[in-house]
């Protein structure tokens, strides 16, 4: 009998972050709180190991990095968890990216879009996503990858 096991390692779960995330912890922290991407890293790392999954974190301000690592989440991720920041709101590419990727995807913000500026009403995520996850600040990123889990069960 042939093992395969060696073929088949767990993929990892992106977690990918859109424009501007780069400056959490000085940008506005009246909306988005003072933790710091690399402090919301860190606590994402620290839950993947207690549930035991892999991840792999990622943060770029460019529209054509991100929809390049939900094409790659295709073949090597599990799912894809994706706060695309301003782009979730103008952005037709990434929507078409997430429906060619066919994985799960949760998408996170940390305020609530909804109570804000009418044009972050619109989302070209959401329509495409298996949940949603907005104004619970950066437990909305351990939420959503427990929800990834719980989805793939
Ligand atoms: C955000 C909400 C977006 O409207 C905004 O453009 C962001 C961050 C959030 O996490 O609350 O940059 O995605």
Redesign the pocket.
Same mark, same amino acid.
């Given at each position: 009998m042939t093992n395969t096991s060696a073929l088949s390692a767990p993929l990892p779960i992106f977690v990918l972050n859109? @424009?501007?995330?780069n400056l959490l912890g000085s940008r506005e922290p009246e909306?988005?709180g003072t933790d710091t991407l690399g402090d919301i890293e860190a606590m994402v790392a620290k839950r993947a190991v207690e549930l035991g999954i892999l991840v792999d974190f990622r943060q770029t301000n460019s529209e054509g990095e991100l929809i390049t690592w939900i094409q790659e989440a295709r073949e090597a991720s599990s799912g894809i968890i994706l706060?695309?920041?301003?782009y979730?709101?103008t952005s037709v590419g990434l929507f078409d990216a997430i429906v060619a990727a066919q994985k799960p995807l949760i998408e996170?913000?940390?305020?609530? @879009?909804y109570k $804000?500026e009418a044009f $972050?009403h619109t989302s070209f995520v959401s329509p495409a996503a298996s949940g949603v996850i907005?104004g619970l600040g950066a437990s909305g990123y351990l939420l959503a990858l427990e929800g990834l889990v719980a989805l793939a069960k």
């Open positions: 859109g @424009p501007n995330l909306i988005y706060n695309a920041a301003a979730t709101h996170v913000h940390l305020s609530n @879009p $804000r $972050r907005c």
